[in-house]
């Protein structure tokens, strides 16, 4: 048994490769990206929030902060207490926001005191994403303010690569294709596979 890193490679059913899975469809318009970082560039390419700012939780993957450095965002960072749950006190020392961001860590609704928050940045015509990625099968209700959607689905399954962004409005799907990207990233989780089969064997 292994606990983090990747799944190696599963079999994929070719009628479904192009296909959005059923279990994004309640984000409405999606499209799928080579990563969840790379669903945030695509959506940070064609957005343009009042101001280049952004407010992002201090508990974050690096991932997750580098589409907005390498776009010329100015980025500042908000608390969260040891239960993973955001300093709304925190929140409201930044004024003027472009960008907020935020999530519910492993599973669980932890953002769920930001909706005062959430709604008093979306009067502000700040743009509001929430990163599913640990709650992407957590059954609860989403806030009613978050314009985007970002997540990784390769955190999930054994697939070479996998994110989505989504939107209730229509958003551009022009994507550039990255096969060098894919094929590198399936040779290595294909034999990641054949390496832990083999191991099991022992």
């Not at 983090?4 to 899975?21: A, C, H, I, M, Q």
């Not at 962004?165 to 590198?184: G, Q, Y």
């Amino acid at each position: 048994m292994e606990i983090g890193s990747e799944f190696w490679l599963e079999s994929v059913d070719e009628n479904s490769k192009r296909k959005t899975p059923d279990f994004l469809k309640e984000y409405k318009n999606v499209i799928l990206t080579s990563s969840g970082r790379g669903a945030i560039t695509h959506l940070l390419q064609q957005m343009q929030p009042k101001r280049k700012s952004a407010l992002l939780p201090a508990y974050i993957c690096e991932s997750v902060i580098i589409p907005f450095i390498e776009m010329g965002y100015e980025c500042n960072y908000y608390e969260v207490d040891e239960n993973l749950i955001p300093s709304i006190e925190s929140i409201r020392e930044y004024e003027d926001v472009g960008v907020f961001l935020h999530l519910g860590y492993y599973g669980f609704p932890t953002n769920s005191n930001l909706e005062d928050v959430l709604k008093s940045f979306y009067e502000n015509s700040t743009i509001i994403i929430e990163d599913v990625t640990h709650t992407l099968f957590s059954k609860y209700k989403r806030s009613k303010f978050n314009h985007f959607y970002v997540g990784s689905i390769r955190k999930w399954f054994g697939i070479p690569s996998g994110g989505f962004l989504a939107s209730k409005d229509i958003i551009d799907s022009k994507l550039e294709e990255k096969p060098f990207f894919l094929r590198k990233d399936s040779k290595l989780l294909l034999i990641r596979r054949i390496i832990l089969k083999l191991g099991m064997l022992n």
